[in-house]
């Protein structure tokens, strides 16, 4: 079995500032991990992912996250937020290939 | 990568009718994957069509509700069947890509019913 949680279902951030949404996962198997980024009416689109190797990612649009295995986490980071990266995010988990499981996902506002 | 179309992109419907969704990969996959988006939530497995067998359904899906064709590995339809307002989602057909593991999606079928 495998479960994702997203802590937080809103985050806000000014402009500039640091971006972090968390992610937690549980499985009983090595996991494969995704952030997902939504923009309003648009469909899903892979930010960056983690299947093995090396354990922090980075993704597009400035994205990374660090896996870290001894506290089940895959959370998802930028340096320096803009006003583009105002949308919705969704972490997943894969162990049994094209059968994810997504958290609820956050919703990222950022303000002027 | 894998390129994939859905039809029709959008749809209303009247309540108690059914609509069926059109799949289509560019490539031969062995499992495609259906899944669905209600308003404002996350996605959610509805069930993992594979070609030559019958789907198999995740917990709170049944196939009276949501019939599933695969006549071949590229190909897939969904028919949400007797529809209510509660089906008013967005439906996403899916596949994994075995030589990068990584999901692909297509772009979705939003369903609104009145």
């Known amino acids: 079995a495998q479960s994702v949680t997203q802590l937080g279902s809103h985050v806000s951030v000014s402009e500039g500032a640091l971006v972090l949404l968390r992610c937690n996962y549980s499985s009983s198997v090595p996991p494969y991990l995704f952030w997902y980024v939504q923009y309003p009416n648009q469909g899903l689109q892979l930010l960056l992912k983690y299947t093995t190797g090396a354990t922090l990612v980075k993704g597009i649009n400035g994205f990374e996250a660090e896996f870290k295995k001894s506290e089940t986490s895959f959370h998802l980071t930028k340096p320096s937020a803009h006003m583009s990266d105002a949308a919705e995010y969704f972490c997943a988990v894969n162990t049994n290939a094209g059968k994810s499981t997504f958290g609820d996902g956050t919703t990222l506002t950022v303000k002027p | 990568s894998a390129v994939i179309s859905q039809k029709p992109s959008r749809d209303i419907c009247q309540r108690g009718t059914s609509l069926t969704i059109q799949c289509q990969v560019d490539s031969q996959v062995t499992m495609m994957f259906w899944y669905r988006q209600q308003p404002g939530q996350s996605l959610t497995l509805i069930a993992t069509?594979?070609?030559?067998?019958?789907?198999?359904?995740e917990s709170g899906f049944v196939i009276d509700k949501f019939p599933i064709s695969r006549p071949n590995l590229t190909f897939s339809t969904l028919t949400v069947s007797n529809m209510s307002p509660e089906d008013s989602s967005i439906y996403l057909c899916s596949v994994w890509g075995v030589q990068v593991n990584e999901q692909f999606f297509g772009p979705g079928t939003r369903l609104t019913v009145l």
């Open positions: 069509a594979n070609q030559g067998s019958e789907a198999t359904y």
